[in-house]
């Protein structure tokens, strides 16, 4: 072994150093450091087990324990030198505790490779972390819930095509979110299942000489069950794909939310108004109020999905099993953790502070005609089929544009140029509050029904 080779885990076939370059471009210690708790957690209990099936001396495992211990506390003191001539964590590590205690150090990496380890260490950490993000995702959830019972009979336009279509509960609004959050964190929490799962002993592909005991680091690890193919077990990223997926659909529901915060904070809606502490200001224009936060929130939608994407690419028509294309899983994982629990922190502590401005909300509403739908229902319920009455209704706003008049100003005389169905009984079938109120059905916006989903989710929680 040329000299120069001696300092790396693997060079005992090598006879020329690593090009220095060469060893930059393909370490990965910058960003797989993270996993250094994981991986230091992974080796003690993979030294147990060894331990227990005899495989090296229980001596040996004692010191193993003890000087990962060590590394752990020196790492978390920010007292480790971590080297890129050493590649990955799983080297930095293993080269420390075998400079440390010798020759037991260098027993620990029997029967396993760190094509299993890494695969052990990501989901270890990814499990981890999909509860904290279902946790997030209650403090968002909780927030919202709390807001809609806050604001419960406060009227807002409901939009379609961005055009007012219907008055609605700003309630209800909020609770629309409230279900999107709430199937994003089961998405989480199905990701978890199909990452807790043991892979560890597959070795480098096949399997292992040694007699392992799978089970027993299921075990000490906590992972209800363990992978069932060596090749399956460190060729398969899907589970981190699964949770880029979940992640994107989140970011998707946080981005819409975000722009409408973004559009009722501005001086033609005005719905709501946003803490100043969630917005800046302009260097040059003195009267601005940005909703930096929505906006950003909405912006990292992007890298999110690109990070889908680049994983997905990174994994397409890889052969089996292991290739260190897979190395670049990790980056769009971790920066797609770091992004999901920074907006969903930053939103609930924002939904939270927002102000409602209660009367804009409900002068918008009763503009645009909103509830012209509700003559349509009224004249089904005197007998008229519904598409006739749709006609009715369609040159009733016709008429009233061309007078500048709303419906709510027309007399019972007008109405019934239109149809002499109508009665004066129609003035309180276009109220807002009637008009919110005659949503009753299951999923709808009427307050009894708004007040009752509220009460069912919080007993759900
Ligand atoms: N740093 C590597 C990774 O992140 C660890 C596994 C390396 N395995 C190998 N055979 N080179 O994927």
Redesign the pocket.
Known sequence: MADECKDKLWGGRFSAPTDKFVEEFTA?IDF?KRLYHQDIRGSIAHARMLGKQGIIPIADVERIVHGLQEILDQIEAGEFDFSVAL??I?MNIEARLSARIGEAGKRLHTGRS??DQ?ALDIRLYLRDELVEISAYLDLLIDALVARAEEQLGVIMPGYTHLQTAQPILFSHHLLAYVEMFSRDKGRMEDCLKRTNVLPLGAGALAGTTFPIDREHVAELLDFPAVTRNSLDSVSDRDFALEFLAAASILMMHLSRFSEELILWSTSEFKFIELSDSFCTGSSIMPQKKNPDVPELVRGKTGRVYGNLMALLTVMKSLPLA?N?D??ED?EPLFDTIDTVKGSLKIFADMIREMRVNVGTMRAAAAKGFSTATDVADYLVRKGMPFRDAHEVVGKTVAYCIANGKDLPDLTVEEWQRFSPQIGADIAAAIGLEASVNARAATGGTALERVKAEIERIKAGR
């Open positions: 990965s797989d590649e990955d799983h760190r094509n890494v292991y260190k897979m190395q990790k």
